[in-house]
């Protein structure tokens, strides 16, 4: 698939990429496990979510889904991106040319000037010619404040999202051992009123480490503040495999560092292990 090639970044396309990067952090995928779950390759998504290329609409749509997000506020805010990106929002109406209050010699009937004795080419000042330019200048006019009225009613319902009717919470993915190496946000675990922080240490640096758990999926994952590249976050629970989350580049530090779940049903006996590349490993368990 073709990327849309850049033309002219603006404030409109800076505000698409950062929605974007806020969706993405939304799902706890780290650019690669993006690319692994889309059609576009996590150089790609580097590009779009850095502004430095508009991301098709297919991707914002596909990074929509991912995120269990309605496409609707998104793909409005793309659409006047793409004029910006494009050029096209800077596209004014052409001048209409000047009438003159004197009446040319067109315009007397029966009066056509003094001969010349040869046809010199020119523009048609008559009334036919004059009715039609002012015809052009309406449409022109008429074309202009739909534009803005357009685009200030899409501003509109992308600044005021409460105008933009809720849509229900998407059902859960996945339920208690289905969890188990998934993200929870891209499985709609990672809900506010549906999660509770089991337990949570401070680590040397400040930054919290948690044990996270959703009632709605009985599933527990880990998380950590602040990370930097190379630091490993793991979940585990009693004879259960580990869960493994990395920081793999600089991408991923801008976010919270976020384990895949585990089976939680039990809510005891989870344990989180923070390894900074540089430091010690801490644990500690539920």
């Known amino acids: 698939m073709t990327d849309t090639e850049a033309s002219a970044a603006g404030p409109v396309c800076g505000r698409l990429a950062g929605e974007l990067r806020d969706l993405r952090t939304r799902t706890g995928l780290s650019m ?15 590009r779009y979510l850095n502004g430095k290329q508009l991301a098709p609409r297919q991707a914002v749509e596909a990074l929509c889904t991912v995120a269990h997000e309605p496409a609707g506020r998104l793909v409005a805010l793309w659409e006047l991106a793409d004029l910006e990106w494009s050029g096209r929002a800077h596209t004014t109406a052409a001048p209409v040319a000047r009438t003159d209050t004197t009446p040319s010699y067109d315009d ?80 709609g675990c990672a809900l506010p009123d549906q999660e509770e922080v089991l337990g949570e240490q401070r680590l040397s640096t400040g930054t919290p480490l948690e044990i996270v758990y959703s009632e709605q999926c009985r599933a527990a994952w880990a998380l950590v503040g602040t ?50 590349a540089d430091g010690h490993r801490k644990c500690f368990h539920t």
């Open 227 to 276: 990370a930097r590249i190379g630091d490993v976050l793991t979940v585990s629970t009693p004879g259960g495999a580990p869960e493994h989350a990395t920081v793999a580049d600089k991408y991923d530090t801008e976010d919270p560092l976020v384990t895949p779940m585990i089976d939680g049903s039990a809510r005891t006996g989870l344990r989180a292990c923070f390894e900074p």
């Open 108 to 187: 007397r009937p029966g009066d056509h000037g003094p001969s010349t004795g040869h046809a010199t080419p020119g523009p048609v000042h008559g009334r036919g010619g004059r009715r039609h330019r002012g015809i052009l200048a309406v449409l022109c006019a008429v074309g202009l404040t739909a534009a803005a009225g357009v685009t200030a009613w899409l501003l509109t319902a992308i600044d005021n999202p409460t105008n933009i009717a809720p849509s229900a919470a998407p059902a859960p993915g996945c339920h208690a051992r289905t969890c188990t190496g998934h993200q929870p946000t891209a499985m």
């Open 32 to 46: 690669v496990a993006l690319a692994e779950r889309t059609t576009y390759s996590k150089s790609s998504w580097e």
